[in-house]
């Protein structure tokens, strides 16, 4: 295999290939497609969230000028179709899954009831005003004591406890019935999502005469969604293209199978016009997905000289009223990132996932792990200051030691085998950031009261895994013109996979960026994928490229040999033209020309299987300042240090940790999805729901390591999308605690506003009087 | 989130205005800058049949300074106070009020007029024009009078502005070099509304005793308001340390902190008692983070 | 009860004569009726401010503006900010370099902001363009890149100003 990284492209900070459309407004969103003759969607949702539905009074609505259909559960074919499961497939979910429309009940506020098509967005609106909802309202189910109130989601269940997971590893009642010292402590993450600056979007264009379905909008798992909705639609899945366009950005929300991704194409096929709906914000907010409403009670034995013996873990996921196709991810993941990068051989772990009456739960950007994280640093410094060790020397004593790479966790969830972390070396950029943060430097400062506030450091470490397997694909082709295009499995969210895609395709062909086009867009170029989720798109996106390139490689000489009528053996490939060592050479122009027309391009597909994802971790530090009168927390410097293995883009690295640090900045300080005990939603704006801006987080910085190659990959290459948020709550948690110690005031919840802080502190004063 | 069914005009003078106004009667709704008004049409929570766009009416704009205040024309933007080369010389307080008002592309729109007819509880002006003591000048069939900023604001989104009847300045009393005043306002971030905002000033006599003390809140359950009692207790008083510290415990007494998902009751009772404090102490040169001398 | 209204404007340095409905909003007219779809709608209530356009020389929300008050008005949008020979612009070729865009949605919206403060304060400091900033929301970034291109293209709009002066 040639050398990964010989021609200077990866590892280079490279300008963006797609910045040009989006500097120029010449990007294409979903909501910018325009096709001749559509039509336009809103949809009904419940404005109640749990109740059997009476009627709906649409004939109103239908009167309406410019109305042209509404489609509610009566025109669905039986059964109605449900959101299959795409992760943590287990049949205990089964019962909760979603139908792609409510029939009998509603059971969030924000399920659909039904869709409008009319002639624009403003009359389909107009529309939905017109419709009588009865709905006969029955208990909501709101807190994590869910089955306490006698009221069910699923009655056929007759409980709201969707899933009970246990894992073990060694003897931890041992552990604790000898430890010298434990301490026990209940945790809450709260209810908060990504909130992409676009909303959801689609764009559906039924071809009735040969059955087919164009459908636009589509992002990160298509495939996957293309299957789904072939068979919910009882059709073959080539005759569905699910094209992505550009996308406003993932996170981890966008792309999965939503109630709509059935609805509008069906709506498509009913008005026999193309069909586009975009989701307003407000829908936004109640209809895709939450995450991080995740508690836990965790337990932790220690010996007197801070050695951690043992850790026990009751996790709880709040799933919302539905499983959708990833929502199991979050508590398990929760559960099985407790014990994060540290030698504990006694552990015990349960998880929950409950159901409750409000919007369902999925993936969001280091899912499970922003909340495990929080979780067990906080416990970790609560230990340290019983034991009156420094909190840095207690991690320091049970920091997983390079010499113990690889460790297995064992099988810590219900669903994935084994859990091994690879390579690493944990120390070096443990001390590295301690360095950076100056944390001897700031001992004498820590918990001090100057100028009026009270100023602390914390830290965290992390482990965070990527690249999931099984597999992705990639396809190469050789254009008329001699240019490459190279179609991937992966998903465009933002991340410049244009750019970095092309890096590797060119060091792995010795050919300049501009050689190449990337081609994510459409699910009729590529037989199958995977898909951009969890760190991925390098990782094993990257290294199909690096396979199909090696393939491509291998026909051009193919081709080249039987054009010369040379030997494969006498010929290389270099500088874009295929030499034989009798100095002849043809180039790639002239190698597309010699196809004859029966033959189509040049093309090979390329594969990367994996097993096992590969783990990053790395170290957060934070320096705060806390104002005890009211509650505000400044953050005066914080620095991000994780091992990625290997930065394909630097620049695009950097981005991508400081990205996902403000964004956890925001999951810690300002953004909450707020339910009252009706289960009616009152952040559904952008006026309620807050998210950091440019005058929030001025200090702050990332070092990206390249310390330890991944052994999974070609590349090297860890997981570098989602490290930089999974440690920020943990991080800020303990900063605020070390600011606050003298008061007594330890943050044990998120989101650590204003006044949340002002209450631990006054709770605390209260207390103590 | 589209806009509800709604027609549109744009009367050149404001007679016209006025005229289209006592037409249209509860049909119709004025729209200068539009900042507050429009978000409520795109959440459906108004539905007017028709807009009657003041934005063109140049009678209602311009800044004026003279010996006898400030007098602001209602369409006002601003940023036309945060660009007035002597306003922030005129009137410091109001002056620092506008600085924290919403956001760059808003406060190029919202207008001085919009945001006192909108009278919203958290919002600045509102405040200020009871705060100072403005006058209101408003334009009717039967033609201009004035009245007093206690007769014109109400309470939370309520104004005493009849419905056919339009802003057309808000008049600031004359502002003394020598007054001493403060604004402190806290937000969840920059150009957010307040969660609590103060504003104290007052005049000095010849004993360094405060003269005619006014003090705003926002943050209180029936919106903006003076809190007379803290009034009361500052004036004639030198403001030292231990006076606000009493006049803070007093504010907190004296208020009705409203509530929200934002803010419960007894954090904003703080909060407001914070304000006050740190609006006295900047107003009387204190650092409240260092020690008495 | 809506109905159209005649209105012409000049857009990009372009005049339309156009009819826009009274219900619509200019950021939707923009968007559906000229197909100027550079222009983003992330909220319609007025935070976001990915709909940022320049009105008379003035950054505004275009989700807060009927179609019928830009009747007259002279608008530049982010495909109005190239320079005359189509190449990218000062503040373009900053942000391309320091990386400070991601999925692309907000940056429209971020460059007509930086346009219009840097062409009217062209010494703004930092603390001036992290304020004016402060109005436009970027879920990808976390801001520092964004600061960086601005700052650096700063000093293109600082040597137009003197030059005119």
Same mark, same amino acid.
């Given at each position: ?507 792995? %062909? ?162 909450? %999805? ?96 | ?293 | ?165």
């Amino acid at each position: 295999m040639t050398p990964v990284g010989s021609g200077g492209l990866i590892g280079a900070s490279i300008e963006r290939v797609e910045d040009q459309r989006f500097l120029t407004g010449r990007g294409q969103y979903v909501a910018d497609l325009d096709i001749p003759g559509a039509l336009h969607a809103a949809v009904l949702r419940s404005p109640v969230a749990h109740g059997r539905i009476v009627s709906l009074g649409l004939d109103a609505a239908r009167a309406l000028p410019g109305v042209h259909a509404i489609v509610t559960a009566a025109d669905i074919p039986r059964p109605i179709p449900t959101i299959p499961l795409r992760l943590v497939p287990l049949p205990e979910f089964d019962p909760y899954l979603q139908p792609i429309i409510a029939a009998d009940k509603v059971r969030y506020v924000g399920e659909p009831l039904a869709v409008i098509v009319a002639d624009s967005r403003s009359i389909a609106e107009d529309a939905l005003d017109l419709i009588e909802i009865d709905i006969e309202s029955l208990p909501p189910v709101g807190d994590k004591d869910v089955d306490e109130g006698g009221s069910f989601l699923f009655e056929e269940t007759g409980t709201n406890v969707a899933l009970r997971f246990h894992a073990r590893s060694g003897d931890p009642d041992k552990a604790f019935a000898e430890a010298a010292y434990t301490r026990k402590e209940t945790f809450r993450s709260h209810r908060h999502t990504a909130a992409p600056m676009e909303t959801r979007g689609l764009l559906a264009q039924w071809d009735a005469s040969g059955q087919k379905l164009k459908l636009y909008g589509a992002a990160k798992v298509p495939y996957f969604n293309r299957r789904a909705l072939s068979r919910m639609m009882n059709l073959p899945e080539e005759n569905l293209d699910l094209i992505e366009v550009d996308v406003g950005g993932g996170f981890g929300v966008r792309g999965e199978f939503y109630p709509e991704d059935y609805l509008i194409p069906f709506a498509s096929r009913v008005v026999g016009r193309p069909v586009k709906w975009i989701e307003d914000r407000r829908e936004h907010l109640m209809a895709t997905n939450h995450s991080r409403d995740v508690g836990a009670t965790v337990e932790i034995a220690c010996a007197l000289d801070g050695t951690i013996t043992g850790l026990r873990g009751d996790v709880f996921g709040d799933m919302g009223a539905y499983i959708r196709t990833n929502g199991g991810v979050v508590p398990t993941a929760a559960g099985m990132f407790l014990q994060g990068p540290y030698r504990i051989a006694n552990v015990d772990i349960t998880v929950l996932a409950l159901m409750t009456n409000k919007t369902p739960v999925g993936t969001y950007r280091g899912p499970g792990r922003f909340e495990a994280n929080f979780f067990r640093e906080r416990l970790f410094d609560m230990v340290a200051a019983d034991l009156k060790i420094d909190p840095a020397e207690f991690r320091r004593i049970n920091l997983i030691r390079e010499d113990e790479l690889p460790y297995s966790i064992g099988k810590r969830t219900p669903h994935l085998p084994e859990a091994v972390y690879d390579t690493g070396d944990y120390h070096t950029a443990f001390e590295r950031c301690l360095t950076e943060i100056d944390w001897q430097g700031k001992a004498a400062i820590q918990g001090k009261l100057i100028d009026g506030r009270y100023h602390g450091v914390g830290i965290a470490s992390f482990v965070e895994n990527g690249g999931a397997g099984p597999k992705e694909t990639s396809r190469f082709v050789l254009e008329k013109d001699g240019s490459i295009s190279v179609a991937t499995g992966s998903s465009l969210l933002g991340q410049g996979l244009e750019t970095t895609l092309a890096q590797i395709a060119g060091d792995a %062909l010795g050919l300049p960026l501009t050689a190449f086009r990337i081609d994510h867009r459409s699910t009729s170029r590529l037989a199958d994928g995977l898909g951009s989720y969890h760190g991925r798109s390098i990782i094993v996106g990257g290294s199909a490229v690096i396979d199909g390139a090696e393939k491509f490689r291998t026909a051009l000489i193919e081709a080249a040999a039987n054009l010369l009528g040379r030997p494969n053996s006498e010929l290389r490939f270099e500088n874009g033209l295929v030499i034989s060592e009798t100095g002849a050479s043809i180039s790639l122009t002239e190698i597309a020309a010699s196809r004859r027309p029966d033959e189509g391009p040049l093309a090979v597909d390329g594969i990367f299987r994996v097993n096992n994802p590969t783990y990053s971790y790395g170290t957060h530090a934070a320096y705060v300042a806390v104002d005890p009168d009211t509650g505000r927390v400044e953050l005066l410097d914080y620095v991000a240090v994780e091992d990625v293995g290997r930065a394909i883009n630097p620049m695009i690295v950097s981005g991508q940790a400081i990205g996902a640090l403000v964004q956890g900045l925001g999951g810690v300080f300002l953004d909450h %999805l707020i339910y009252d005990d009706q289960c009616q939603l009152l952040t559904a704006s952008f006026a309620d729901y807050l998210m950091p801006t440019a005058t929030d987080f001025p200090s702050l910085r990332s070092v990206a390591l390249e310390l330890r190659l991944s052994p999974t990959n070609p590349l090297g290459a860890k997981s570098a999308g989602e490290g930089g948020m999974v440690p920020v709550a943990a991080t800020i948690g303990n900063a605020v605690g070390a600011a606050l110690r003298s008061l007594g005031a330890q943050p044990r919840a998120l989101p650590l506003s204003p006044p949340t802080i002002w209450s631990l502190i006054h709770e605390e004063k209260e207390r103590t009087q | 989130m589209k806009l509800p069914d709604v027609d549109y005009i744009r009367p050149k003078t404001l007679k016209e205005a006025l005229d289209l106004l006592s037409a249209h009667g509860d049909d119709a709704k004025l729209i200068a800058g539009g900042q507050s008004l429009m978000p409520m049409l795109a959440f459906r929570l108004l539905a007017p049949k028709i807009l009657i766009d003041i934005g063109g009416l140049s009678e209602l704009r311009g800044i004026e300074i003279t010996d006898t205040g400030v007098r602001l024309g209602a369409r006002t933007t601003w940023h036309d106070i945060e660009r007035h080369p002597s306003l922030k010389t005129a009137h410091p307080l109001l002056a620092a009020a506008i600085a924290h008002v919403a956001h760059y592309q808003i406060r190029n729109r919202g207008t001085a007029g919009g945001s006192l007819a909108h009278c919203d509880p958290v919002a600045e002006f509102p405040t200020m024009v009871l705060t100072c003591e403005a006058e209101v000048v408003v334009a009717g069939q039967d033609g201009e009078r004035v009245m007093i900023a206690s007769d014109f604001v109400l309470g939370p989104m309520t104004t005493a502005l009849p419905a056919d009847e339009i802003i057309t300045a808000i008049r600031f009393p004359v502002w003394p070099k020598a007054r001493r005043w403060g604004f402190e306002e806290f937000a969840r971030r920059r150009g957010d509304f307040a969660m609590a905002a103060a504003a104290i000033f007052y005049d000095l006599d010849g004993e360094q005793r405060a003269v005619d003390p006014h003090m705003g809140i926002i943050g209180d359950a029936d919106g903006a308001r003076r809190l007379t009692e803290v009034e009361d207790l500052l004036a004639g008083q030198r403001i030292t340390r231990t006076l606000i510290a009493e006049a803070r415990a007093l504010a907190e007494r004296s208020t009705t902190p409203s509530e929200d998902i934002h803010a419960p009751a007894p954090y904003r009772r703080a909060l407001i008692g914070t304000m006050v404090e740190r609006a006295l102490a900047a107003s009387a040169g204190i650092n409240l983070a260092t020690a008495a001398a | 009860m809506s109905r159209k209204i005649d209105i012409s404007l000049t857009v990009n340095g372009r005049r339309h004569a156009h009819a826009a409905d009274t219900r619509t909003t200019f950021a939707d007219f923009l968007r559906d009726d000229l197909r100027l779809t550079g222009t983003h709608v992330g909220c319609e209530h007025g935070v976001c401010g990915a709909c940022t356009v320049i009105v008379n020389g003035e950054a505004v929300r275009s989700c807060l503006m009927l179609a019928p008050q830009a009747d007259g008005a002279t608008v530049v949008t982010i495909e109005g900010l190239c320079e005359p020979d189509g190449e990218l612009g000062p503040l373009q070729r900053a942000f391309r370099k320091h990386h400070a865009l991601q999925c692309g949605f907000c940056t429209p919206g971020i460059l007509t902001t930086a346009h219009a403060l840097l062409t009217q304060e062209p010494d703004a400091d930092e603390a001036r363009i992290r304020e004016v900033l402060s109005g436009n929301i970027c879920r990808c970034t976390g801001y520092v890149t964004i600061i960086q291109a601005i700052l650096e293209a700063r000093e293109s709009y600082r040597s137009k100003a003197s030059a005119q002066s």
